[in-house]
């Protein structure tokens, strides 16, 4: 017989496995994702962006890249991810993600913060965000004040 708690185990468990197998993966550039913010504007919790090898820059004066809650940003194959702000635009704006937000892999170059707006920040700005930073560099980035 099944009892409430087995149930509820049942349930638990083929949420966590269904929810990694409908994880979806999306590889920037390419024709269906041309962009970062392409890829960012459909990408949900679990899910991750891969980038290739390149130099990224602000496709419309803002942020290189604004992380969805929950997502995992990194390098698809061999060579740098470089995201290079010019010396005028931020790298990453992470704003009130959860835990699974995870940014890896990536060079930021001559990042800044943006001259009117929301000040700091300069390769990243994060705010009520919980994100997980590994082996990326940082070159030439500053923050506004």
């Known amino acids: 017989m099944r009892t409430p708690e087995r149930l509820s185990l049942f349930a ?3 949420t966590a496995f269904t ?3 409908l994880a979806e993966t999306y590889v920037v550039p390419t024709i269906d994702y041309p962009t970062i913010s392409s890829a960012t504007a459909v990408a949900e919790p679990g899910d991750e962006i891969l980038l290739y090898s390149g130099t990224y820059t602000s496709e419309d004066g803002s942020a290189i890249a604004s992380m969805p809650s ?3 940003l990194a ?3 061999g060579g ?4 290079d702000g010019e010396g005028q635009h931020r790298g990453i704006h992470v704003l009130n ?3 699974g937000t995870v940014i890896e892999n990536i060079s930021f170059r001559y990042c800044t ?3 009117e707006g929301v000040n700091g920040g300069g390769a990243m700005y994060a705010t009520n965000a919980e994100v997980t930073i590994s082996y990326c560099t940082f070159y030439g980035c500053w923050a506004r004040e």
């Open 12 to 14: 638990a468990l083929t």
């Open 19 to 21: 929810s990694n197998l």
């Open 70 to 72: 929950g997502v995992r």
């Open 75 to 77: 390098a698809f194959a």
């Open 80 to 83: 740098p991810i470089i995201f």
């Open 97 to 99: 993600t959860g835990s």
């Open 113 to 115: 913060g943006p001259t």
